[in-house]
C-alpha cells in the first residue's frame, strides 16, 4: 500500500466526518424555550409574551449598564482622592446618589414590566 493510496483514504473519510459533523451537531441542540408567561390561547399572545421577555432583556441591560457607570464614577472620584483633587465625603456621595439611581431604575423597570 503505498502514502498516495492512504492519504485518499484518509483525506476520504475526513470529508466524510466534516460532512456529517453539522447533522451530529444539530441533534443535541435544544429547542426553542417557550416564553415566561407562556405561549398563550393565540399566536398574539405569544408574541405579546415573547415581547415582556425581550423588554426585561433590554431593562436588565440598562440597569447593568447604569451600575457600571456608577461604578466607573466611583473609580474616578477614589483615583481623583488620591490626587488631592477631592475628598473622602465626595466618595461617600457618589455612593449614595448611586445606590439611589440604581434603586430608581429598578423600581422604574418593575413598574413598566407591570404595564405590558
Known sequence: MSIRTITKSLTGAAALLMG????????????AQAPTRGEGTSWLQTI??????????IGLFL?????VGVASHAYGVYHDIHEGKK?????G???V????????????VTKATGVL
Open 87 to 91: 475628598k473622602w465625603r465626595d466618595l
Open 93 to 95: 456621595l457618589t455612593a
Open 63 to 67: 440597569l447593568g449598564g447604569m451600575m
Open 48 to 57: 405579546q409574551n415573547y415581547g415582556y421577555d425581550g423588554f426585561m432583556l
Open 20 to 31: 456529517l459533523h453539522p447533522v451530529i451537531a444539530a441533534a443535541a441542540l435544544p429547542g
Open 97 to 108: 446618589v448611586g445606590i439611589c439611581l440604581i434603586g430608581v431604575g429598578i423600581f422604574m
